[in-house]
């Protein structure tokens, strides 16, 4: 399988808005932060998986590591090994970035991607999220 992860172009605004709006209803919106790194999975010059990786400090550790958000696949494409290559990156570029460790939440209801994370070597952490919604 041919598939390419490069960092997302502004040109990639439509496609991964539709594939964020088929996996998680949200519509992407057109904004820019240093520390957010944006990456698409591209086949056959289309693109069909996006994901952010959110570069991190914990002051009190010392220690540098990722937050994985919107992992997701074009829904014409899963089940195709995609969704594992992204991550494969993932786990590469925090190693090369000398992170200690990457970390995301993902919804309950979401088990196939459950158990793709436990896979590639995530383990589920016992844990409340809390929001305050301002």
Known sequence: MDIE???YQST????????LKDNFQVDK?????????????VKDKKVVGYFIMRRLLDIIK???WFYLEYVCVDKNYQNQG?????????????????AS????????????AHHLYEKVGFEKRESNIFRRML
């Open 101 to 112: 460790y990457i970390e995301l939440t993902s919804g309950y209801k979401r088990e196939v």
């Open 12 to 19: 990639d605004y439509d496609t991964v808005s539709e594939i």
């Open 62 to 64: 010392n220690n540098r």
């Open 29 to 41: 919106a057109k904004c820019h932060d240093d520390d957010v790194l944006e990456f698409v999975a």
């Open 82 to 98: 995609i969704g594992k290559k992204m991550l494969d990156f993932v786990i590469r570029f925090a190693q090369e970035e000398k």
């Open 5 to 7: 992860i490069r960092k």
